[in-house]
């Protein structure tokens, strides 16, 4: 399964995040969401980026909302989007999506 998921909290969501697997994952971090893309906790990135074998979206306009750029990604494996690149990749990426 080609699975999509938003997750849209700063809060870290071990209990179901953890769990989920997928032949392709793409994990779109937006609203307070975006805090994981551009904050350092301890000096390393959020946790949230280290699921393995996931790629990595952040809504540029949440950034930008938020007061950050493009350039205040900790992590070179999250890529900025916009909305409209958001529903290209759920309309033609992923078959299923589910929001965190």
């Known amino acids: 399964m080609k699975l999509a ?11 179901t995040y953890e769990r ?3 032949e392709k994952l793409g994990v779109i ?9 551009v904050v350092k906790e301890n000096g390393q ?16 306009e949440d950034l930008e909302t938020r007061g950050f750029t493009e350039a205040d990604i ?5 890529k900025a989007v916009t ?3 958001v529903v290209d990749l759920l309309m033609n990426d992923y078959e299923k999506n589910a929001w965190l």
């Open 45 to 60: 990135p959020s946790p949230v980026l280290a699921k393995e074998g996931a790629e990595f979206y952040v809504f540029k």
């Open 29 to 37: 971090l937006a609203q307070n969401g975006v805090y994981h893309a």
């Open 5 to 15: 998921v938003i997750v849209s909290d700063l809060r870290r969501t071990e209990g």
């Open 20 to 22: 989920i697997t997928a």
């Open 74 to 78: 900790v992590d070179g494996k999250v």
């Open 83 to 85: 909305y409209g690149d």
